[in-house]
């Protein structure tokens, strides 16, 4: 391919990319759609800067509206997670973690958190898989015990093992995520034992920042992770906040252990995410619980099988439906994607047990977030449901549902909990 053809075709694959998404449900856990302001400051100058340090002493110039940003935006985590201290310089939630275990770790010592089939995330797995704790950060790992039927830490048993093992860092939070960890219950013990407590609330930050999951920070978490584009709806970045006298740890563990330039339009995007946040984040918060609640029910009463039915299904944005009765989650994935439904297949607690695998999982995770933005209450969810069914249990013409699901989205094409939206959520907006 030619230079300029290649750049056309990218180009003409991005318009099309965003032509597509405006017609298709999007139900990934881990995604959202952020505000027309977020995505005008990504698209700023600071993007081509660099600002090494923290604002007021930078090794860089040129930061003198850079460091204002910076600023705002460490003043606005701190005040929507009610923290002593935020870094928001960690370009990602996986590149937050690392320089959490670097702040308060060493190679070698242990930590313990959830294992991946429980809903652990990569950026907390064993060496043996390749997981950033391991791996990069030299950390053995222990797994906390976890109750299958509750989808969460089994306390008791993990107190025991806590006691018994005596790690240097406890990290809850997860990537499967329904119900709130027993941070309360465990954090004594944890430290009685000499160990940290962590919190890694990549998927649930925007739920935290709305008062409608647990509170971390207040339950005895000493330092909290996140990324700050899942619930949280702003650019694809990260954060840290903590205690007081932990600051200056996370601080240089961040820079200059982790981050040179640290995407300084990404931190101006979180800025402005986070300021919609303090504005519209409690109603978006409960909306997207709602939202998931009722989607567990009506999945439910489809014929699903929903986890934790006994348990109202969800705390959180997501439910995980078990999907072994119709196949496997990865081929459903594929099916549904070609149906106008972008969700992910994850893998059950028991299915490694049970002799399944990533690729082909007995689970599917389906979030709300995304969806909420778009304008969807309890109704909509309804016709999701509906729509999930008409694929997995009663096999339709995958065509057929795509173009009732695009017709279905025509009325919900701007984000909604934001200070603007004029924009259109998907619209290719063009510099050039
Ligand atoms: C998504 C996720 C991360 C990593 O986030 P990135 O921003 O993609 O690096 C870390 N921890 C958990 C539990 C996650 O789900």
Redesign the pocket.
Known sequence: MRAKEAFDRTRALLQKHHEWFKGVLPLIA?ENVPSPAVREALTCDFGNRYAEGLPGERVYAGCIYIDQVELLAIDLAKRLFKAEHANVQ????????LAMYSALSNPGDLMMCLAIPC??????GKKKFGGTAGAVHGLEIEYLPFDERRMNVDVDAAAKKIRELKPKLVLF???V?LFPHPVKELSEVIKEAGAYVTY????VAGLIAGGQFQDPLREGAEVM??????TLPGP???MILCRRELADAINRAVFPGMVSNHHLHAVAAVAVALAEMLEFGREYAAQVVRNAKALGQALHEQGFAVLCPEHGFTASHQVVVDITKYGDGGTLEGKLEKAGIILNRNLLPWDIREGRHYKNPGGIRIGTSEVTRLGMKEGEMGEIAEFLKRVVIDGEALERVAADVAEFRRDYQRVHYAFESATQAYEYVKIQ
């Open positions: 881990s960690p370009i990602s939630g996986v590149v937050a973690n809903g652990g995330h990569i950026s907390m939070g997860g990537s995520f890694d609330a990549a998927h992770t996140c990324s700050t584009h899942k694809q970045h990260g």
